[in-house]
């Protein structure tokens, strides 16, 4: 059975950091693109950022300078930090691992207070 379980939510104060973790179980995890998403009530699941089997990334225009995405295949485990935080940055936060098939977390919320 294919489990991913993220961590690392919180509230934090605007300019505050957080890292967020997410851990595969049931995939081989190197193989797949991870990414993380967020959604805010009422609005579409955003990309925020991804990071390829080959360690290519990319980035949302919104945090790029600020998150960085890394993935350790032997922990099994993708990774956001998230410096610089903005009360825009309130959402809940998902990870996705694709590949022939796309696996999703629960989802961890992400509070930024002003």
């Known amino acids: 059975q294919v489990q991913l379980v993220e961590s690392g939510g919180g509230s934090v104060q605007t300019g505050g950091s957080l890292k967020l973790s997410c851990t595969a179980r049931?995939?081989?995890?190197?193989?797949?693109?991870l990414a993380w998403y967020r959604q805010v009530p009422g609005n579409e699941r955003e990309l925020v950022a991804a990071i390829s089997s080959g360690r290519n990334r990319n980035y949302a225009d919104s945090v790029k300078g600020r998150f960085t995405i890394s993935r350790d295949n032997a922990k099994n485990t993708v990774t956001l930090q998230m410096n610089s935080l903005q009360p825009e940055d309130t959402a809940v936060y998902y990870c996705?691992?694709?590949?022939?098939?796309?696996?999703w977390g629960q989802g961890t919320q992400v509070t930024i207070s002003s």
């Open positions: 996705k691992a694709s590949l022939d098939r796309q696996y």
């Open positions: 049931g995939i081989l995890f190197s193989l797949y693109t």
